[in-house]
């Protein structure tokens, strides 16, 4: 059974940091790309962060540059998105994606991130 689920989500204040788990099952992980959206209320799902099958390449949505860093441990069958210098429009729900184009993607149940005072 194929399964991706998000941890670390939670309250945090302007300025703070988080960290974000994916743990995958089910699935070859390192024959797959992983990827973190977000959906903030009233707005469009959007890419946040790309990363490729070995771990060596990766791509970042312009606003989330010099702050956020995707990683991912084969070993472990894990991603991760380290998310410092928080601010109030990152608040949102985080998915999980794992793609493998053009055989499979799966999502996350998703990870609600809040940057509040």
């Known amino acids: 059974q194929v399964q991706l689920v998000e941890s670390g989500g939670g309250l945090v204040q302007p300025g703070g940091s988080l960290r974000l788990s994916c743990s995958v099952s089910g699935f070859r992980f390192n024959l797959y790309v992983m990827r973190w959206y977000r959906q903030a209320p009233g707005k469009k799902r959007e890419l946040v962060a790309h990363?490729?099958?070995?771990?060596?390449?990766?791509n970042y949505v312009d606003s989330v540059k010099g702050r956020f860093t995707i990683s991912r441990n084969n070993a472990k069958n894990t991603m991760y998105l380290q998310m410092n210098s928080l601010k109030p429009d990152d608040t949102a729900v985080y998915y999980c994606?794992?793609?493998?184009?053009?055989?499979?993607?799966?999502w996350g149940q998703g990870t609600q991130v809040t940057v509040s005072s």
């Open positions: 994606n794992a793609r493998r184009m053009p055989i499979n993607s799966y």
């Open positions: 990363i490729d099958r070995g771990g060596g390449n990766t």
